[in-house]
């Protein structure tokens, strides 16, 4: 697989990677032994970047990483970003302290049996933590102490993104990117490409939407944030089907689909053309099986799309998604 430098960790990753809020059980039940399964296969297929979250199952996607990287012997090497934050309870700007900074990385590390955090992202905090002087302060300190190796960002808007970039340390920004969520591409690449600032592009099936397979009739467990977040009421709706109406999103996917390469699935397509936007690092599909982690991985594998397809999905954001979600994030 295609690897690129994640910006300032300087550490070289595969163009897809592996986003595991699925092991956490908010996409409904993922299994012990399948999470395994999909982990091999995601490595065995190319995958060195595996992203992951405190919040994820309160800690089993944490823990599920931590024991398939105890079991592990050889290979190559793979860099594993957590995130922390979203376990502040009130989640409030004055909860991001260095000594909860401390807490939750101890945590971390304790789940995932490392002494030092590859990368630790701030987990889409309140806004004004990302222009505070004492919040980078504290990262620092935790680079320092040993605790965490990098550090970088998880935004939700273009503006914190640009506000994260300015600053000297910040390794990388995880944001969404998708062939539904666009706006990234007009000043946050640029600006991480000159920064030299790695971008991690999550939410690229727009939760499923982009695999083309959904239509009206379709429904998911309650456990799943695809039924229980559809208007925004656990988090940021932009989380879910990509702040996409629902109708709107199977609608543009099928659309969407029709551009699809002889011999890839949609998904493939949706993810190769992340991958062939400047100043993307990593892209970080989510799994819930072996099968779909092969899958995803061999979209690095696709020639870069045509001028033909990449004008058929751009007509698509324009006439479908532009007035549901650009000005919004």
């Known amino acids: ?127 004004e933590v990302y222009s505070r002087d004492e919040t980078y302060d504290a990262l620092d300190t935790l680079v320092q102490e040993g605790r965490v190796a990098a550090y970088g960002v998880s935004v939700e808007t273009v503006d914190e993104a640009l506000t994260a970039i300015a600053r000297p340390n910040v390794a990388s920004v995880q944001i969404i990117l998708n062939v539904f969520r666009r706006k990234p591409l007009e000043r946050v690449l640029p600006a991480a490409a000159e920064a030299g600032v790695g971008i991690i592009a999550r939410v690229p099936l727009a939760s499923g939407l982009l695999s083309g397979k959904y239509d009206a009739s379709t429904t998911f467990a309650e456990s799943d944030h695809r039924t229980y977040n559809r208007n925004g009421e656990a988090f940021d709706v932009g989380e879910t089907f990509s702040g996409v109406p629902y109708d709107v999103g199977v609608d543009a996917a099928q659309r969407v689909a029709s551009y699809t390469p002889q011999g890839a699935t949609t998904a493939q397509l949706a993810l190769r053309w992340i991958v062939d936007q400047p100043g993307v690092s990593t892209v970080i599909p989510g799994a819930r099986n072996a099968e779909q982690a092969r899958a995803n991985a061999a979209a690095a594998d696709l020639a870069p799309l045509d001028e033909t397809t990449l004008e058929g999905l751009r007509g698509v954001y324009d006439d479908a998604v532009r007035p549901h979600v650009h000005d919004r994030w």
Do not use: I
């Open 1 to 127: 697989m295609e690897t690129r430098v994640l910006g300032r960790t300087g550490r070289q990753v595969g163009v897809v990677g592996l986003g595991l809020w699925q092991l956490g059980g908010d996409w409904g039940e993922v299994a012990d032994d399948d999470a395994f399964a999909l982990l091999d296969a995601a490595v065995e297929s190319g995958v060195t970047f595996l992203d992951t979250a405190d919040v994820y199952g309160d800690g089993r996607s944490e823990s599920l990483l931590g024991r398939f990287l105890a079991q592990r012997s050889g290979g190559p090497q793979l860099t594993v970003a957590t995130k922390m934050g979203r376990r502040a309870n009130p989640h409030v700007a004055d909860a991001y302290t260095l000594d909860a900074f401390r807490g939750w990385t101890d945590r971390s590390r304790a789940n995932l049996g490392v002494d030092t955090l590859d990368l630790v992202q701030l987990h889409c905090p309140p806004t």
